[in-house]
């Protein structure tokens, strides 16, 4: 009986023993919970650096001439204008230094404006006597010394968009061509504005399309990669063709923008 009683009595030692087992198992399984957690977050914050990533990357491929919002999180956007004058081009044309022509100094300006926007474009990006390629900041992208060009000759009476190509202007017959090309498959929307389609009339709506350069809409025009029709939805439109209507078009919209401008610029004036 005695012996019986001792074996069944619990030393301190098993004691222990059993608590701590009592207690591992839980404490794995909170263990391997902590851990499934810990995983989680930091795959959804993986993903968060993905999508940043890819955010950045889709703002610095934006076609040209829309602004560009700076927003901190994104690691690097194109600088504007202003800012590209302000943290370079200011450096010498903030006081007209080494002869430089000065901010909003249009007397200074007048001549080098008059030689047009491929020149001063290409004095920028690379040089012209004291003037350094890009102010002497490699680091600036075409764009960026675009905008800054505009920027500058804009604020001294110039009227620039910051573009990086020189476009091609159609001659007379061209236009002529795209014009019938237009009249053909292009205007029972775009006269109309039927179904969301800019029309040829609304500087409003085509002040933006024309700042994307015109490789941007024909592109459009040509893939129907916007609400629109590909070839207007003639498939056997060519490519050729389908450019020269496009080119009618920004011919025809650049006149409505140019039109809508000149009431603003009279009110302006009359301030
Ligand atoms: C180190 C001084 C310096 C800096 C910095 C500088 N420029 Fe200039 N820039 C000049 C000088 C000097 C000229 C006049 C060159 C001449 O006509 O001989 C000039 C001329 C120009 C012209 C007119 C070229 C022409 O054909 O008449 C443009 C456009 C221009 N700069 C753009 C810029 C831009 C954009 C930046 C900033 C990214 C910039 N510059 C920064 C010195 C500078
Ligand atoms: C069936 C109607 C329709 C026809 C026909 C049509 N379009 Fe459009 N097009 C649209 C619509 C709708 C949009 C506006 C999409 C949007 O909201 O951006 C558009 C937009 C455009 C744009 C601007 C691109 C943009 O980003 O919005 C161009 C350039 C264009 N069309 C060219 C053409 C040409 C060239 C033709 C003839 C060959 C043509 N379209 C025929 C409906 C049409």
């Not at 890819?54 to 602004?67: H, L, M, N, T």
């Not at 003037?131 to 002497?136: D, N, S, V």
């Not at 001294?156 to 202007?169: D, I, N």
Request: with cysteine.
């Amino acid at each position: 009986m005695a012996d019986h009683h001792e074996m069944t009595k619990t030393t301190p030692k098993e004691f222990a023993m059993a608590t701590l087992g009592g207690l591992f198992a839980p404490g794995l399984a909170i263990f391997l919970i902590v851990m499934l957690v810990v995983s989680i977050q930091s795959r959804l914050s993986g993903q968060e650096a993905e999508a940043a990533a890819d955010k950045a990357v889709r703002e610095r491929i934006k076609p040209f001439g829309v602004s560009v919002a700076i927003d901190p999180n994104v690691p690097r956007v194109e600088m504007t204008g202003e800012q590209v004058y302000n943290e370079v081009c200011t450096n010498c044309h903030g006081s007209g230094a080494l002869g430089s022509p000065k901010y909003k100094d249009a007397g200074a300006w007048g001549k080098r404006i008059a030689q047009g926007w491929p020149v001063l474009l290409d004095h920028a990006l690379n040089g012209f006597n004291k003037m350094p390629a890009r102010g002497g900041e490699p680091d600036l992208s075409d764009l960026e010394v675009a905008r800054a060009v505009a920027f500058m000759t804009n604020a001294a009476g110039g009227k620039f968009e910051p573009v990086l190509k020189k476009e091609v202007e159609p001659t007379p017959a061209e236009l002529a061509r795209g014009k019938v090309v237009y009249a053909e498959n292009c205007a029972s929307c775009h006269d109309t504005g039927t179904t969301g389609a800019q029309k040829l009339t609304d500087a409003k709506a085509w002040e933006p399309l024309l700042k994307q350069g015109k490789d941007y809409l024909y592109t459009a025009a040509i893939k129907g990669t916007f609400g629109g029709p590909a070839k207007g939805g003639n498939d056997k439109l060519s490519d050729a063709d389908t450019r020269l209507a496009v080119d009618y078009m920004v011919d025809q919209a650049r006149a409505s923008v140019a039109k809508a401008a000149k009431p603003a610029e009279k009110k302006a004036a009359a301030k």
